[in-house]
């Protein structure tokens, strides 16, 4: 069956657009505002995410919204880069930033978007959560990350791998390419057993990253303000230099299947009627009152600091 379309619309949205499996560029949805997917176009964004492990949702996010959050979050950076346990992610040029978590910065759009909701259910099941709210900022810099996994691959010496358990959510709040440090992405190494889960190190060895690139090799993605990616939260992937002028924010959700041990994190009370959903459940904490959201951004620090 069809979903039902929004009141203001006559027609289900314009085409999306798929590639074939070995073109080197993620599989890109093309849509508009507030739109949902129908089950063919729907079928596709699933399969590319189970292929390839990455997505780009375009033209999902009022960009008013966008603009609100980026004059924010550029406003907030010096607090950050400020703090004596600043939160960076292995080098100073990525930094750990959090959005603020209340009104008049929490926009449905970007934290509950049907759209996507719609593709990561499909991967995730019924129940699944966001678990997640944050960002970070890539700094004028040379500097880029190790090849990583957020997280790997739950067993180790796995045959087959597991289906998907966390799915990222990234919407950049400029617009992103390889000039201002769009991320570094392997496409299909979710599948790659080599970063395990219980081993703690979430880097890729020299080794693997040799073996992967008889593969396939990385690619960085240009990406359109107002567009939402959808990555595996084991897909292999670095923050890159950016070597433009002007810092590039990106912020971050996970997704996860209704079973993941997590904590939760803060919104203002007043998000929970604004985010209500009957597919994605908050796994917040909603509180009244102020709310030290930069104090308690943690980054991935690293010895080469």
Known sequence: MKPDWPAERSEPPSSKTTREPNQTSPTQCQGTFRQCLDLRPLGKAKQALEQDGILIVEDVIDLEHIHILRERVLADLDKYVNRPDASFNWNRGNIQQAPP??????????????????????????????????????????????????????????????????????????????????????????????????????????EHLEARRAVSLPLQADVAQGSAVIRDIRLWHAGMPNRTLEPRPVLAMIHYVNWWPTDKFVLHASAESLLTHPDLRQHATYKDGAIDYVGGAAGHENERL
């Open 101 to 206: 978590p209340f009104p008049p910065f929490l926009f449905r759009d970007i934290l509950a978007i049907d759209f996507v909701i719609q593709i990561t259910k499909s991967i995730l099941g019924a129940g699944m959560m966001n678990a997640f709210y944050s960002g970070n900022t890539a700094m004028p810099s040379e500097s880029r990350q190790p090849v990583h996994a957020d997280l790997g691959q739950l067993w180790p010496a796995q045959q087959n791998p597991h289906p998907a358990y966390g799915l990222v959510v990234n919407i950049g709040l400029v617009g992103m390419s390889p000039k201002n440090g769009s991320t570094e992405v392997w496409p299909g190494t979710h599948l790659d057993p080599s970063v395990v889960f219980e081993d703690g190190d979430i880097e890729v060895s020299p």
